[in-house]
């Protein structure tokens, strides 16, 4: 099985920062795309950002320029700065990862339990 944990997340004021983090354990043997998603009070759940173990970054339109994601050293880390966050930034934010347990190992989709940020003056 594996985990996921984030943390980072929190109360800050419009314009403000956060960064939030993400760690995978468990039976790992490789992670391809880590990324982070984001559910709004009566909304569904939206993409904000992806990262690929190798290739391109994916941002959602709304967090373009804003909001950066990067892995840690390890890759089983996953990282998202977010700038001058607005009040629409509001949301849990979950993790999520596609993980292979063993070398020959079928792909497997994992989420975080979430971590709340909330942006208010």
């Known amino acids: 099985q594996v985990q996921l944990v984030e943390s980072g997340g929190g109360l800050v004021q419009p314009g403000g920062s956060l960064r939030l983090s993400c760690v995978a354990s468990g039976s790992i043997f490789s992670i391809y795309v880590m990324g982070w998603y984001r559910q709004a009070p009566g909304k569904q759940r939206e993409l904000v950002a992806t990262?690929?173990?190798?290739?391109?970054?994916n941002y959602a339109d709304s967090v373009k320029g804003r909001f950066t994601i990067s892995r840690g050293d390890a890759a089983n880390t996953v990282y998202l700065q977010m700038n001058s966050l607005k009040p629409e930034d509001t949301a849990v934010y979950y993790c999520n990862a596609d993980v292979v347990a063993t070398m020959w190992g079928p792909t497997v989709n994992f989420w975080g339990q979430g971590t709340q940020v909330t942006i208010s003056s």
């Open positions: 990262i690929p173990s190798s290739g391109s970054t």
